[in-house]
C-alpha cells in the first residue's frame, strides 16, 4: 500500500493506456507536473495515488469520480498523525526578537475573532507597533484555495483539522516553534498531542463546537429532545420555511448521516446516495434556508428551528430583541458517539511575513482572560482547563436552558469527528452538496 | 408643450351617468392614475431607503424599532461606530480610493479611444467598437468571474492578482465604455466644422484637437467622470470577486458579507456615507456641467440625465 | 497639410491603441481562459482546476457533466435554470409595468414638477444596489415596518416571514432592485418622441387610449425593448438579490450556481461552462443591443 518516492517515480507512465485517461478527472502527469511528488512518501497521500492507478470501474452514482476506495487513511482518533517537517519547511529559530512596524492579517469566518484579543494583543506589543487585520470567510473550501492561488495573504489562518493533511503536503503552513507558546499550558492536554497533529507540530487549538438542534419553544410544539430520532424534525412539512440547516456540507451531510446511524466521514457511494436523496426531499418539503446566520434567524423569528453549532445556540441569547426572553431557545445534541464535535485551529501560514509576531498572537489567543472573550465574542468555547460547565452555569454566563451547550472534555473524545476525505470522495461530498444548494 | 393638452374651456365633457365615469371618459381629464402609480412607485423606491438611513441614527441596536436619535453609529460607539470600527471605515475608504483610481484611468483612456474610433476609418475600428459596446452591456458576473478566474491563474504579484489594482484594472474594464458613448455623442453633435475651421486656419490636427475639441469636448468629459465615479462607488460584483481580503472589500461588499448576519445600525450609518458621497458627486457633476455648459441652452437636469 | 494627413493616418488608431489593447486583454482574453478552464482538468490534490490553453488537447469532461446534468434524471441545474427564466420574466414584466406609467407620466404630464420628478427617478440609480436592498432586509424581518404596516398598527397582528425563502420575496427584490434601469431609457425614449404627432392625432379626434395606443405605443418600442435588454442581462445573473433577500436553495437561481461553483476548487469548471452557456445565450439579446446603438450613432451622422 506505500508507495516509496521511487516507486511512484519509476512508473513508466508514458507508456501506460491510462495516462491519456481523464475520465476521472485524475491526470497523474499534472499530479506530478504540480511538484506534488514528495507527497508520496506521506501514508494518506501514497494510498490516494494507489487510488488513482487503480483503473476503478465500478462507478460512484453520485459525482464523476470514481467509486470511492476505502484504502485511504487520513488523521483519526485510530489513526493518529504525525506530519513530516520539511526541509525547506521548518519553524523559525528560538528567541528572535518580533517583527518592527509588522500588520499580521487573520483570515477566519465572519464574527469569529475577538476584536478585544486584537485590541489587548496590539496595546501588549505596542513597542513593535503590531497591526492585525481580518479578512474573512464563509467556507473553509474556498478559503484555502485563496490561500493556494495568492488571493489573500494571511498570516494565521483558522482551519478544521480536516484540511491540515493538505496544507501540511502543500506547504501552505509553517511549523510551530513552541518555544514561543507557552500558554499552552491552559489548555486539554490532550490538545498537546492530538490526533490530527501528534506533538501539535503545526496547529495550536481554538474553539470547540459540537453540533446540534437549536430551536424555540414557543413556536415548535414538539420537544426535540425527547423524539426518538430528533433530527426528523427537518423532515416535517409542518414546519416548512421555518428552519434553517448550516452552510457547510460537512456539517449539514453529517447531519443526514447522523439521522440513518452511519459514519459521517463516510466513503460509501450509496450512503451519500442517501443523502442525496433525503437532502432532495428536504428541498421540496421543508425548503430550509442554507447558512450561517442561525444565531440571529431563531432570535428574530425568521426561523424556528435550525441545526446549529453549540456556540450559535449561546449567541443566540444576546441576539434575542429587547424586552424578549432567552427562556424560550432550546438546544439539543446527541451524546456519545452518536455527537459531532469538533474543534477549529488556528494555524501560521507559510507566506507569513512576521512569523515571530504571529507566534506570539497564536500565544496571545491561549491567554485564559483573552479565551473568555473569544467564548464571548463568538459563542464558542475554548478548551480551557479553567472553564467548566459548572462553572459556566453557576456565573450565569450561560442560561440553564442551554446548559446542553457547554462542551465537555469527554464529548469531544467520544463523539464523531469531520475528518479529512480523499479528494475524489471529497469531490462526491461536494457533488451532492453542490445539488441541494441548486435547489434541484 | 403640456400647455396645450390643457383642457379647452368649451368643451363640456359628456353629463350622462356617475360622476367617476363623467371624470373618467373625459378625454381632458387630468391623468390622475398615472399620477398615482408615479408618487406611488416613487414612494415604494425611495422609502425603504429613507427608513434605512433613519435607523442609521438609531440609539439602540436594532434596524427596526426605534430607540431615539443618537449619532451612536457615526462616532459615538467607541468600538462599533463607523468612526472607531477600523474594518468598516476602511471600506469606505478603499470605496473612494477605488472610485478616484477607476476614474483617473477609465475616463482618459475612454476619451482617447472615443476620439481615435471616431475619427479610424475602416473596418477594425468597427470590430473594437462592437467590443466596446459588448463590454457595455455584458451582464457584470461574466466579466469579474473571467478576471477573477485570470486573477487566480496568475503568479502572485502580477498587477491583476486580486486586490486594489486587480479591482481598479477590473472596474476600468468594465467602466470605459461610459466616457467613451458619451464623447462619442458628443462629438456627433459638435460635428467636423470647428475643427476644420481650425485646421483651415492652420493648425495641426493635434493643434485642432487641444485648443478646439478638448474645450468643446470639457462637458462630456466632466458628466463622464462623475458617472464612472458614482458607478464605481456602488460598484459590487467586481470589486467582490477581485477582493484579497478584509482590506480590499467595498462598502457593498460589507453590506453584502454583513446583510446576512445580526448587522449593527452601523451598517445603515456606513450606507448612508455612501449614499452622501454617491449623491455629492452627482450634485458636484451637475453644477459643473451646467458650468461648462452655460450658454449652450439645454444646460437642463434632463440633458444631464440623457448623458446617461 | 499633406505631411499632416500622412501623419493623422495613424494619430487617429493611434489614440485608440491604449483603449484597443485593454479591451483585448481585459476582455477578449479573460473569456479565453474562461474556455480553457471549462474545457481543463483537475489538480488531482486539491482537486483545484488546471487549465488547458492549447484548444487541441482541451477536455470535454467537465462541460458533458454540466451539459447532462441540466434536464432528466440527473437534472440537478434544471431546476435553477427554470426558476431564474421565470423569475426574470415576473421581474421584468414587472419592471416594465411600472417603469412605462411612470416614464409616460414624468414625459408627457411631468409639467412645472418634471425637473424634481426626474431627479427622484434618478435617485435610486445612485443609491447602491446592496444599500437598497439592505434597506428590504430591515423592513422584511419579522418584526420589521412591512409586518407592522400590513398590521396596521398592531391591530390585526401579522407575522409573515418574508425572508423565509419565498419566490415572491426574491422577484419583488429583483424588480425593486432593476426598474431604475428601465424607467431611463424608457423615458429618453418618450421624450424624443415629437409632442406634435400626439397633439395631431388628439386633434384629429383620437381618444387619448387611442393614441396611445396608435402612435406613442409603436414609437416607444425601440426603448421598451432597450429597457428590457437592461434590466433582464443583469437579472440572469444575479445571486446577491437571491442571497440577501432568501437564502434557500429552494430559490436558487442561475446566478447562485455560478457563485456557487467557482468557489469550489473541484467546480470551477463548471462554473467557467456555466458562464460560457449563459454568455452565449445572452449573445444574441446583446448583439441585438450592440448593433441597435451602432445604428443609432449611425443615423444621426
Redesign the interface.
Known sequence: MRHSREHALSEDRSKDPNDQQRGDGLSRRSFLSRGAAAAVTLPSMAAFLEACSKKDTTGGTVGTGPAPTATFSVASPENPVKWPIFDDNKPIASGLTPEQNATL?V?TY??YFD?GAIKSFEKKYQKYNVKV????FEDTTEAI??IR??????DIYNPSYDQIGKMVTAKLVQPINHDYIPNIANVWPTYTNPFYDQEWQYTTPYVLYGTGIAWRADLVSEDIAAMSNPYDIFWNAKYEKKMSVLDDYRTCMGMVLLRNNLSVNTYKAEDLDLVHKQLSLLNQTTKPKV?V?D??DVPTKIVSICQAWAGDAVNMVS?M??GQSPDVLRYWSPTGNENMTDNDLLVLLKESKAPVMAHLLLNHMLDYEVSIGTFSFTGYQPPQNKITPEELVSSQFIPKNLASAVVLQKDWESGQHLLELPPDVDSQWQAVWQQFKAGA | ??A??QPPAEVAPARTGLPFVRWFKN?WR??RI??A??WI??A???L??A??VL?SFNA?K????WQGFSFRWYWQDP?RSVWHD??LHAALVHTLLLGVLTTIIAVP??V??A??????RGR???F????????F???????G?????????L???TP???GTWGQV??L??FQ?SYP??IV??RL?TIGKQYEEAA?DLGA???GALRRVLIPMLLPAIFASSVLVF?DV??D??IVRYLS????TES???K?????????TPA??AL?SL??VA??GA?VIGYLGYRFLTRGEGES???SF??Q? | ?SV?SQ??RW??????????L??AF??????Y??LC?AFGTLDPIFRSPV?EWNPLQWDTTQVAFVFSHIFGDDGIFGPAIVRTVVFVLLASAGCLL?SY??A???C????RR??L???????????????????????L?T???VNKALSAGGIFPVHVSWLDGRPSTVIMGLT?GY??YMI?PL??GL?RIE?SLI?AA?DLGG??WSTFRQVTLPMSKPAVIAGL??VT??M?????TN??LS?SPSTSMY?NL??NA?LVPAQ?GQ??TF?II??IV?LIP?IY??RA??RA?GD??
Open positions: 492579517n483570515y465572519v464574527d476584536k487585520t481580518l479578512t474573512t484555495g485563496k492561488t495568492g488571493g489573500v495573504q494571511a447558512n446566520t444565531y440571529t441576539y430583541p429587547q | 408643450m403640456t396645450t393638452l378625454p387630468k391623468p398615472l399620477e402609480i408615479t412607485y416613487l415604494w423606491s425611495l425603504p431607503v427608513i434605512a435607523f439602540g436594532s434596524r427596526s424599532v468600538d477600523a474594518d483612456l475612454g482617447a479611444f476620439l481615435g474610433l471616431d475619427r479610424w477594425l475600428p468597427q473594437w467598437n462592437i467590443q466596446m459596446l459588448l463590454s452591456v455584458v451582464p457584470e458576473i461574466i466579466l468571474v473571467s478576471l477573477y478566474f485570470v486573477a487566480s491563474q503568479p502572485v504579484n491583476l492578482q486580486a484594472i477590473g476600468v474594464t470605459m467613451v458613448i462619442r455623442a456627433l485646421t495641426s490636427s493635434i458614482a462607488i456602488d459590487f460584483v484579497s481580503g478584509a482590506d462598502v457593498a461588499v453590506i453584502y458579507n454583513t446583510a446576512r448576519g445580526a448587522p451598517l445603515n450606507a455612501l449614499l454617491s449623491f452627482i437642463s437636469l434632463g440625465a440623457g446617461l | 497639410m499632416g501623419r493623422s494619430i487617429w488608431p493611434g489614440f485608440a491603441l491604449p483603449g484597443v485593454w479591451l481585459l476582455f477578449l482574453i479573460p473569456l481562459v474562461v478552464l487549465p411600472i406609467p411612470v409616460y407620466f414624468v408627457r404630464f411631468g409639467g418634471k425637473g420628478l426626474l431627479a427622484l427617478l434618478i435617485a435610486p440609480f445612485w443609491i447602491s444596489y446592496m444599500m437598497r436592498m439592505l434597506a428590504w432586509v430591515n423592513l424581518q418584526d420589521g415596518w425593486y426598474v431604475p431611463l423615458y429618453a421624450d409632442p397633439e388628439r381618444s387619448r435588454l437592461l442581462l443583469p440572469v445573473g444575479d445571486y446577491f442571497d440577501l437564502g446566478g455560478i457563485n467557482i470551477v462554473g467557467a458562464l449563459m454568455f445572452l446583446m443591443y450592440v446603438t451602432a450613432e444621426t451622422v
